[in-house]
């Protein structure tokens, strides 16, 4: 696994809120990865966002394959299927 993959801090800054999004939309083409969460805040002249991606080692699925997690009455299941191969 590679260092890159556990540093998921961002920073973005522009003189405009459509140039901050405009921005954080690039990065977001150009790196395939969700924002986690945003925070922006005017800073002087500036539009400024810190910003935490989704790092890759977190695996979204849907809990309809074997051994996966999925949600129910409010717990999370997991099923594991066993095989004697």
Same mark, same amino acid.
């Given at each position: 696994? &590679? ?7 961002? #920073? #973005?800054?522009?003189? &405009? ?10 990065? @977001? +083409?150009?790196? @395939? ?7 922006? @805040?005017?800073?002087?002249?500036? #539009? ?5 991606s989704n790092p890759t080692e977190v ?7 074997? +051994? @996966? ?9 997991? +099923?594991v299927i066993y095989s004697d191969n």
């Amino acid at each position: 696994m &590679s260092d890159s993959n556990k540093k998921n801090l961002l #920073f #973005f800054e522009s003189g &405009s809120m459509r140039g901050l999004y405009d921005c954080m939309e690039r990065w @977001q +083409n150009e790196n @395939q990865k969700r924002l986690l969460s945003t925070n922006i @805040q005017k800073d002087g002249d500036s #539009f400024c966002c810190i910003a935490l991606s989704n790092p890759t080692e977190v695996v979204i699925c849907d809990g309809s394959g074997p +051994n @996966q997690v999925s949600v129910g009455r409010g717990c999370l299941e997991v +099923n594991v299927i066993y095989s004697d191969n």
